[in-house]
């Protein structure tokens, strides 16, 4: 049992380059989410969905796009990665019940050059 | 959401019972207690979560007081891999749709 997988797990970027991340998850779960952490910060939310083909903004969605073609996928997109998007990123998802508990993957470590 | 006040660290002995206190005294009726952990490098890990009554599962016991302003997250018998920061958030439920608001939480080393 997976739970919740992101791939890549480091990546390495330079300034203005994009790129995608990765979650899937093998619960059936209808709520999936992305957010980031810094360093001595609390998770800020970037974006969710609430099910398959719908997105929502988060508090921190600048510079970020998504998308949910299938339940078990959701993709965070970099068009043009600056510095300040150095981060952690963490992918959770949970049951359309109250959306809690949410269960989180290992996190993806981005820098960006 | 009401706010929580965590310490921010605590030590353990290994195999002694670790006593994770949290205030919530704006608490509403009908506002739930949450707990998570983070481990280090890992992403946040649910533990348990109540309203009224006190709560058990594999992981941990949930102690709420009688007013609800303050709970107690236990850690039965603390190993070295319980070493992690600890998370009281207070949430409404069902509000799927809205971010969790980690704060800074305790930071618990258990120690050999």
């Known amino acids: 049992n997976a739970g919740v997988t992101q791939t890549p797990k480091f990546r390495v970027l330079k300034t203005g380059q994009s790129m995608t991340l990765l979650c899937a998850q093998d619960?059936?779960?209808?709520?999936m989410y992305w957010y980031r952490q810094d360093p001595g910060m609390g998770l800020r939310l970037i974006h969710y969905?609430?099910?398959?083909?719908?997105?929502a903004k988060g508090e921190v969605p600048d510079g970020y796009n998504v998308s949910r073609l299938k339940k078990q996928n959701f993709l965070l997109g970099l068009e043009s990665a600056a510095p300040s998007q150095t981060s952690v990123y963490f992918c959770?998802?949970?049951?359309?019940?109250?959306?809690?508990?949410?269960?989180f993957g290992d996190g993806t470590r981005l820098s960006i050059l | 959401d009401a706010k929580t006040t965590q310490p921010p660290s605590m030590d353990c002995a290994e195999g002694r019972a670790a006593n994770l206190p949290c205030n919530h005294s704006?608490?509403?009726?009908?506002?739930?207690v949450y707990w998570y952990r983070q481990i280090h490098s890992q992403g946040p890990q649910y533990i348990i979560h109540?309203?009224?009554n006190n709560e058990t599962n594999e992981m941990a016991s949930l102690i709420i007081t009688e007013d609800r302003k303050s709970s107690t997250l236990i850690l039965p018998h603390a190993t070295l891999r319980d070493t992690a920061v600890y998370y009281c958030?207070?949430?409404?439920?069902?509000?799927?749709?809205?971010?969790?608001?980690f704060g800074k939480g305790t930071r618990l080393s258990v120690i050999a």
């Open positions: 109540g309203l009224k």
């Open positions: 959770a998802s949970s049951s359309g019940t109250g959306g809690l508990p949410q269960h």
């Open positions: 969905s609430v099910g398959e083909g719908t997105t």
């Open positions: 704006t608490i509403s009726g009908n506002e739930y």
């Open positions: 958030i207070v949430r409404v439920f069902p509000r799927g749709n809205t971010p969790l608001v």
């Open positions: 619960m059936n779960h209808e709520y």
